[in-house]
């Protein structure tokens, strides 16, 4: 059974920092490129940032170029995502998944920013 985990997000102010988590289990991590999602109140979700198997990033989100870093520990099944620079419009609910998507959707880790 395929299990996603997300974890780390947390009330911020506008400026500051957070470091979310996706703990994956039920799949073979390594070979799936990963992405994370976020849901602002009242919008559908939307794509933030990728990585390939190999580590390859990219960052669907304009928004985010520059401020997000997206990274992955396959030996730990995990991916990450650093948010710096954080901006009140960042505030939503953030979800990992494959990408594309596949897996049933987590619980998500709520990011609320401040400002």
């Known amino acids: 059974q395929v299990q996603l985990v997300e974890s780390g997000g947390g009330l911020v102010q506008a400026g500051g920092s957070l470091r979310l988590s996706c703990a994956a289990s039920g799949i073979i991590f390594s070979i799936n490129a990963m992405g994370w999602y976020r849901q602002a109140p009242g919008k559908q979700r939307e794509l933030v940032a990728t990585?390939?198997?190999?580590?390859?990033?990219?960052f669907a989100h304009y928004s985010v170029k520059g401020r997000f870093t997206i990274s992955r520990d396959n030996a730990k099944n995990t991916v990450y995502l650093q948010m710096n620079s954080l901006k009140p419009e960042d505030t939503a609910v953030y979800y990992c998944n494959a990408d594309p998507v596949r897996f049933t959707w987590g619980q998500g880790t709520l990011v609320t920013v401040s400002s």
């Open positions: 990585i390939t198997s190999g580590g390859r990033t990219n």
